[in-house]
């Protein structure tokens, strides 16, 4: 039976229910963003994983506009002519008034129509619109920042856009348009300040100030009401980029955050508390049966296997039987993204592990990219040597095979003692010196430019993790996104992930946090922080995150040294489990996806989108949000079955056998059964109500205010 939980903005059962479908044909929904067909961040997966469920909800009034960038253009965006009359009209008359603009499909799931702005076709307009800004919102931008003079262009671009559009329309519009980031922000301001007909929305997905003040290494959390957030912007040199996201969260008619923890920092950085927290989904792909994905993640730790093979060359002596691979992967930002409270856990579990004397070997690998030449030469040549033994293993086995079965035509049994002859010995004699090393295996797998200054190098020099033979623990940094045609480590992202046993994200600044989330839906165990959206939100709709292979780290109210013990205790306990119930656990984890889906959590855009179009258009759209009872919401209650790690069921031997794991009861479908009865089905479209005839009325007055501007020549 569902456990209850306390009521928050996020909670699903607080939104409405929608029984009957919404008749979008006069309703229009342009999503605004830098990231649109631009990959630069983490907005980029938010929208285009977003985009497949919006278009189905919104059809051929959905619209994605963002910057022209050719080098994205010509391999994700096939360029086409405007259906939509009043828009094709729009796009006509901005083209013939100095701008270019581009219509194509976005070649993502979904297909979503885009608008393509090109910032720097229309550059000669800075100086201009910089006057406008300054004389309408006071908000002055210096000339050497490059990326704020794009979010003036793209702003008022996109604000000409919207206008436009409405100018063009035969029926008066219902225009909806969501802003992310400050970037964006902008094209939101001059809407409100033109009094343009558009109900806006705007999401931050992270503070600007938030960021900097983290990046400084201050006790953020604990000071978030103290700040003088204008002297602070300032100090920083970010004022009017802080002034023009504020700008934007203020003028606003919703405003949306991606998690709690950052509703919170928004609003004592940002002086509002959002109306509403819309999480980051994904579209999540299940599959048939249950051990398709512990296919999937046998096969991918495989592949990892080879090249640990071939990365320990020389000191392979640890059983990879008996090896539990972690990883942490993301920006660079070492204390923000948590990289040093990790090391230091694994310092501590290094020592943990030699005296207890275990025999479960720890590789952690270290995916953030950073200034590199080139592949260091001792990790290709531990490739080489591993692909040079599995090539001798292979003739010596084809020889092998051939004398055996010569030997079999005649009815003789082999003589064992002349199958491999002297020329066999010698290759492999010869393969086996190959393998001799003179050095440790290498800590980073490339050159790094800044080696001596470098966070996670001097970090590691000096907690001492060499991968020496004495380590249980192993550290890999690979400081380069990883790519399936990498001639070091040919694997992607996705393929990698399901391949390791742990992700490990203690991060101290992280508003959601799209990695622990890419791994719940891969059914790969995670660690994250009660600072994280993604942490808080699972601790809130999960009894028992632990037993689901979601540990949640404190580090919101223990000090760092208190934090990096508990993270040592998870790893510990995660390093003790069998074999059989890190199955059982990715199992329970991979259930959880649905929880991150986007047709679970699309629910809090559309009822933002409703907001905003209540608030804009009082007299056609009505939203009344109810009150949820303590009953309706959904909460994974704690699994009854088998335990997912042995600190929470000790034996009363200090060493079980396998045997004894094998008696636990567990029944996997029927446990599965009881995790859906938790979750709701997916939503229904909202039924909004409408007043035609009030809508024409006020769209009228509003055509005449902007016939009286084009006749004076202000528009």
């Known amino acids: 039976?569902?456990?209850?939980?306390?009521?928050?903005?996020?909670?699903?059962?607080?939104?409405?229910?929608?029984?009957?479908?919404?008749?979008?044909?006069?309703?229009?929904?342009?999503?605004?963003?830098?990231?649109?067909?631009?990959?630069?961040?983490?907005?980029?997966?938010?929208?285009?994983?977003?985009?497949?469920?919006?278009?189905?909800?919104?059809?051929?009034?959905?619209?994605?506009?963002?910057?022209?960038?050719?080098?994205?253009v010509r391999t994700q965006v096939e360029l086409i002519e405007p259906c939509n009359a009043a828009l094709r009209r729009t796009i006509d008359k901005m083209n013939s008034s100095g701008c270019k603009v581009y219509f194509g499909r976005w070649l993502i799931e979904g297909s979503p129509y885009v608008i393509l702005l090109d910032v720097g076709f229309t550059a000669w307009s800075l100086d201009h619109w910089k006057s406008e800004l300054w004389e309408n919102c006071s908000i002055g931008v210096p000339w050497f920042d490059r990326e704020a003079n794009d979010a003036i262009l793209f702003g008022f671009l996109t604000a000409w856009l919207l206008g436009e559009y409405a100018a063009q329309c035969d029926e008066p519009p219902h225009i909806a348009a969501h802003f992310h980031e400050w970037l964006a922000g902008l094209g939101l301001v001059l809407c409100r300040q033109r009094q343009l007909p558009v109900a806006t929305i705007f999401t931050t997905h992270a503070t600007l100030l938030g960021r900097y003040l983290c990046a400084g290494n201050v006790d953020f959390y604990n000071n978030l009401a103290e700040f003088n957030v204008d002297k602070e912007a300032g100090d920083r040199q970010i004022y009017h980029r802080y002034c023009l996201e504020r700008a934007a969260v203020r003028c606003a008619h919703v405003f949306t955050t991606v998690s709690q923890i950052t509703a919170i920092e928004a609003e004592h950085l940002l002086k509002r508390k959002p109306d509403i927290v819309t999480p980051n989904g994904l579209n999540v792909k299940k599959f048939s049966a249950m051990h398709e994905f512990q296919n999937l993640h046998a096969q991918s730790k495989a592949r990892i296997q080879e090249f640990v093979r071939g990365h320990f060359y020389g000191h392979l002596d640890f059983n990879l039987d008996k090896t539990v691979f972690l990883f942490i992967a993301g920006r660079y930002e070492f204390s923000n993204k948590g990289a040093d409270i990790f090391l230091e856990a694994l310092a501590r579990l290094n020592y943990l592990l030699r005296v207890n004397h275990s025999d479960v070997t720890i590789i952690a690998f270290f995916i953030m990219p950073a200034r590199t030449n080139n592949f260091n030469v001792e990790t290709l040549k531990g490739q080489a040597v591993r692909k040079q033994l599995w090539d001798t293993a292979q003739t010596v086995k084809e020889r092998f095979g051939k004398k055996l079965y010569e030997s079999l035509l005649v009815g003789q049994l082999p003589d064992v003692s002349k199958m491999l002859d002297k020329e066999d010995f010698t290759m492999m004699k010869r393969a086996i010196f190959a393998t001799q090393r003179q050095c440790l295996p290498p800590v980073c797998s490339h050159n790094m430019l800044e080696d001596s200054?470098?966070?996670?190098?001097?970090?590691?020099?000096?907690?001492?993790?060499?991968?020496?033979?004495?380590?249980?623990?192993?550290?890999?940094?690979?400081?380069?996104?990883?790519?399936?045609?990498?001639?070091?480590l040919p694997m992607d992202y996705e393929e990698f992930v399901r391949g390791c046993h742990l992700g490990v994200f203690p991060s101290y600044y992280e508003p959601w946090g799209y990695t622990p989330a890419e791994c719940t839906v891969m059914g790969i165990p995670s660690i994250s922080t009660n600072l994280s959206g993604f942490g808080c939100f699972m601790e809130e709709h999960i009894a028992d995150p632990s037993a689901y292979g979601i540990y949640i780290l404190d580090r919101r109210y223990r000090g760092v040294d208190e934090s990096c013990n508990q993270l040592t205790s998870f790893l510990f306990q995660f390093c003790q489990q069998s074999r059989r119930q890190r199955i059982i656990q990715r199992n329970r984890t991979e259930r959880?996806?649905?929880?991150?889906?986007?047709?679970?959590?699309?629910?809090?855009?559309?009822?933002?989108?409703?907001?905003?179009?209540?608030?804009?258009?009082?007299?056609?759209?009505?939203?009344?949000?109810?009150?949820?009872?303590?009953?309706?919401?959904?909460?994974?209650?704690?699994?009854?079955?088998?335990?997912?790690?042995?600190?929470?069921?000790?034996?009363?031997?200090?060493?079980?056998?396998?045997?004894?794991?094998?008696?636990?009861?567990?029944?996997?479908?029927?446990?599965?059964?009881?995790?859906?009865?938790?979750?709701?089905?997916?939503?229904?479209?909202?039924?909004?109500?409408?007043?035609?005839?009030?809508?024409?009325?006020?769209?009228?007055?509003?055509?005449?205010?902007l016939m009286t501007a084009d006749n004076a020549g202000t528009r």
């Open 1 to 72: 039976m569902p456990l209850a939980r306390s009521l928050s903005v996020t909670s699903l059962s607080g939104l409405e229910e929608w029984d009957e479908e919404f008749d979008r044909e006069d309703a229009v929904l342009f999503e605004i963003a830098w990231e649109v067909a631009n990959k630069v961040g983490g907005i980029y997966t938010v929208i285009q994983t977003k985009a497949r469920l919006t278009c189905e909800e919104w059809g051929e009034n959905y619209f994605l506009v963002g910057p022209y960038m050719e080098s994205s």
């Open 453 to 488: 200054s470098d966070p996670i190098l001097n970090c590691i020099r000096r907690i001492g993790l060499f991968n020496t033979a004495q380590d249980r623990v192993k550290v890999i940094f690979h400081p380069e996104f990883l790519s399936s045609t990498s001639p070091l």
């Open 592 to 705: 959880l996806s649905d929880l991150l889906d986007w047709r679970y959590l699309g629910r809090y855009y559309v009822s933002a989108r409703h907001m905003a179009l209540a608030k804009a258009f009082p007299d056609t759209f009505i939203y009344e949000p109810q009150e949820p009872t303590s009953a309706t919401g959904f909460r994974y209650p704690r699994p009854a079955s088998v335990p997912p790690s042995p600190a929470h069921s000790l034996h009363s031997s200090p060493h079980h056998s396998e045997a004894e794991d094998e008696e636990e009861p567990y029944d996997e479908d029927l446990e599965a059964e009881k995790d859906r009865v938790n979750i709701r089905q997916p939503f229904n479209m909202p039924n909004w109500n409408k007043n035609q005839t009030a809508r024409r009325q006020r769209w009228t007055s509003w055509k005449r205010v």
